[in-house]
Structures are given as C-alpha cells and as structure tokens.
DNA sequence: CATGCTGAGTTCGCTTGACGAACCCCGAAA
DNA sequence: TTTCGGGGTTCGTCAAGCGAACTCAGCATG
C-alpha cells in the first residue's frame, strides 16, 4: 500500500499542541472579540456590552476567564461623583495576541471584504500599513506553508 | 466630565470587522484545529477523526461548512480494491490562514510551555525557526499595537 | 450467492453552553 | 427617601457539542 503518511501516526502527542492551548485560553465564543475591543481601547463593561451585543452573563464569564489567566487585569477607577467601579486592561500576555487578532482581521479583509476594509491599520511613526508577515529568523520573507518544514520538538 | 472616549462611539459599523466575519467562518469549535491538521498534511476523515478526538457528527459540521467557505476542496480518491472517497485539501484561501494559525501557536509556545515547543517550524530553505512579525509597508518592524494607528475606513 | 468488514457519515439521547429578559445591589444625587 | 444607572446574577429556553449506536455502499472472502 502506497498511502502518503502525514506527519504524524502517534510521533508526537497532539494534545500538547499549542494551538489547541491557545484556543483553550480565547477560543470561547467572544473572547476575541473582547480582545480585540481591549485594542481599541475600550475598557468598561457597559462599553463593551454594547460594542459587541453579547449577553451580559456570556459577557462577565470571558472576562473573568481572560483576567484569572492573565491576557486582561481588573483595576479599580472611579470617576467624578461616582462610586469605584472596575475597568479591563491588556497586560503584556494580552497584547501578544495582537498579531493574532491583525492575522484574523487581515484575512477577513482579504476574503470578506464587499468595499475597503472597515478599520485601517497604520504604523503610528511613518502612517505605512501594517501587516502580518511570516519571517525566518534569518530575515528572508517566507511566503506560506510550503516552504515551512513543521517537526515535533524534543521529548522530555 | 472627562470620560476617555475610546476608539469609537458608533463612529464606525462593527458589525462589519473582519475579525468578527472571520471568526464567524472558523470560529467555530474544531474549525481552527481541523485547519492545522490540514497544514500538516492530514486530509482524510478518520485521520482527522483520530488526530482530533472530535465527535464524527461536528467533524462532518465543520468539514461541510469549510469546504462551503472555500477553505477545503473536497476531492474525490481511490485507494488499490476500495471504492471511491474524498479527502479535504487546502484551497488558496484555506492557506491563507496560515499565518492566523502560527499566531496562535506562537502565543501557546510563549505562554503556556512547560518544555519546549511541541511543534517547531523552519524555513525550508535555511532551516532557521520561523515566526509571524507586524511589520508595515516601509518595511519596519512593528513591536506591538502601541506603535499602530487604527482607523475606521472610509465609507461608501 | 451470503457474509463480513471498513470508511464515512447519520441518528439519538444527554449535557453543556449561549441567549435575552428580568431581577438585584450599591452608592450618589435629588 | 426615592430614584438612577453601572455592573453584574438568576432563570427558563433554545442551540450546540458530546459519545454510543446505527446505517449504507461496495470490496473481499467463502
């Protein structure tokens, strides 16, 4: 039998893939959403609920999950005569998903596009677009999967 | 009152965000990792099926609605003595999602390792490891969102 | 021919999650 | 003292995900 075997029957565990962490983490519906909103810089819960039309319960459960791991902090605020209230930040580990959500957004942008793309990116210094990019730590482009070679990593 | 207006109050449409849009195609529970199952090279239901461990029902969901979306082909094969089936291939636009799904893994390999990477990637051509950079037009690289200006299109 | 096997689904109950509406709690303002 | 509004929680309903069992086509074996 000549059947192409894929990369893996069992070489390494797939469990361990950290996509399928990754999705663990902000792979719930809205999540990355809320993520995305956090970039542009929305803070509050009301602003939020309203930006996105979730449901305030779905709402207050992927906010907890995102600050209990890490991507968004609670910090306490409070404004002119009123009482302290909370608002969500981006910590350091939130604002590594950003390329995540431009990757997201690129795509949609390419594909689903009926007109320009809703929201523009620009490079604050220099007003270029930005964009995504698959590198080599040698600094040539890599244009996509067919020139990436993927292999499980060392066991432990 | 001195309220910090984000990025928007209804200024632009955000129903119309490609993040949403694309998420509304793989957002889906399974979609993302049937998706890098396809990167690797797996393109036959059961392989899918076992690589996975999702249930037959929801993989045959999301197969169908990739294969609608235009992300999988479905292409009829036949191996010696079985009769005909298919298997899922990646389209143009399906691999244009590869940089969506390095993202990801890139997150999960910095922030949720306890070892070292469960999947590295090379360039081919070089065999330095590979990774997704921001980077804008003028060719500068792009640390993170601080440096990005986002801004609503202009409408039509 | 009858039988069995296998890949690719489909069907079926069950459980979990998402949904919207209603309700609650608190502190400030009136 | 009542009212108001942000930030939730609770509740009943409905959709989605789940594993196990069943189906169907057609090749292979007896």
Redesign the interface.
């Known amino acids: 039998?000549?059947?192409?075997t894929?990369?893996?029957d069992a070489t390494?565990?797939?469990s361990?893939?950290?996509?399928?962490?990754?999705?663990a983490?902000v792979?719930e519906?809205w999540s990355?959403?809320v993520m995305?909103e956090a970039?542009?810089?929305?803070?509050r819960f009301a602003?939020l609920q309203q930006?996105?039309g979730a449901p305030k319960a779905v709402l207050t459960d992927r906010l907890a999950t995102l600050v209990q791991e890490g991507l968004l902090s609670r910090e306490p605020y409070r404004?002119?005569g009123a009482r302290q209230r909370h608002e969500y930040r981006?910590t350091a580990?939130g604002?590594?998903?950003?390329?995540?959500?431009?990757?997201?957004?690129?795509?949609?942008?390419?594909?689903?596009?009926d007109?320009?793309?809703?929201?523009?990116?620009?490079?604050?210094?220099?007003g270029?677009?930005?964009?995504?990019?698959?590198?080599?730590?040698?600094g040539?482009e890599?244009p996509?999967?067919?020139?990436?070679?993927?292999?499980?990593?060392?066991r432990?």
Not at 39 to 43: E, H, I, P, T, W
Not at 96 to 113: I, N, S
Not at 146 to 152: K, N
């Open positions: 039998m000549v059947t192409i894929p990369v893996s390494y565990d797939r361990r893939c950290s996509v399928a962490g990754t999705l983490v792979g519906k990355l959403l995305r970039f542009l810089g929305v803070r602003d930006a996105l404004e002119e981006l580990k604002r590594d998903l950003y390329p995540t959500l431009v990757a997201l957004m690129q795509w949609g942008d390419r594909y689903l596009a007109g320009p793309p809703p929201l523009a990116l620009e490079h604050v210094d220099c270029a677009p930005v964009h995504v990019a698959l590198v080599c730590a040698d040539h890599v996509g999967p067919r020139e990436v070679l993927a292999r499980p990593g060392e432990r």
